[in-house]
């Protein structure tokens, strides 16, 4: 399967954005992250994409049919989530460029679309003059029930990236979780590194 990559920004993200919403709450659903998502809640935070001219959406495809994709904007575009994190951190909130999703249907996992996706926005970053990229993932126990047996953790491509835990600097998120009535708060690692 040979995959064909575009940048998105501005309105062009538009013609992406049902499928992504939908990608994200296919891909969510597994480990780690055991999202129950909605559209409408996907649709109302990926709309945020098309009115930011700083904001890109890396998409991958295979023929028409979008596989994958990865977005990003500037942290200060997302202060009121994650002020709180950053508050005790000695990187300057505005020079962060926050590396959001990456999505990727599981037939097309392992053919380097990660890489692609960091490249692509770390790109964009540093064209827009940002001295860092960052991103979150959710921490689980390693006892967590859903955890599955054959899971690896993506802490080596990350670190392989020159990426790193920012110490102390952790987001509290709400969600439903797939086994879950309601929603319950999560807590996510930011990451990070120079560009």
């Given amino acids: 399967m040979s995959l064909t990559y575009r940048t ?86 505005d020079q962060v460029f926050y590396c959001a999703e990456s999505v990727l249907l599981a037939p097309y996992r392992g053919q380097g679309a990660g890489h692609r996706f960091f490249d692509a926005r770390e790109s964009h970053a540093r064209d827009l003059g940002y001295a860092t990229s960052a991103f979150c993932s959710v921490i689980r126990p390693d006892n967590h029930p859903l955890r599955p047996k054959d899971t690896r953790s993506h802490d080596t491509f990350w670190r392989g990236r020159g990426y790193a835990p920012l110490p102390g600097v952790v987001a509290e998120f709400n969600w439903k979780d797939v086994d879950q009535a309601q929603s319950t708060q999560k807590r996510l690692q930011f990451w990070g590194k120079a560009l």
């Avoid at 891909?27 to 994409?49: H, I, K, M, Q, T």
């Avoid at 001219?53 to 890396?58: C, D, G, M, Q, W």
């Avoid at 994709?69 to 990187?91: C, I, R, Y």
């Fill in 8 to 93: 998105l920004r501005g309105p062009d993200v538009t013609t992406a954005l049902d499928d992504l919403a939908q990608m994200r709450i296919t891909v969510f659903r597994d480990w780690p992250y055991l999202y129950d998502g909605s559209l409408a809640y996907e649709r109302s935070y990926l709309a945020s994409y098309v009115d930011n001219p700083r904001a890109v959406l890396v998409a991958a495809f295979d023929g028409d049919r979008l596989v994958g994709a990865s977005t990003g904007s500037p942290l200060l575009d997302h202060a009121d989530d994650f002020a709180k994190a950053f508050a005790t951190s000695e990187l300057s909130f």
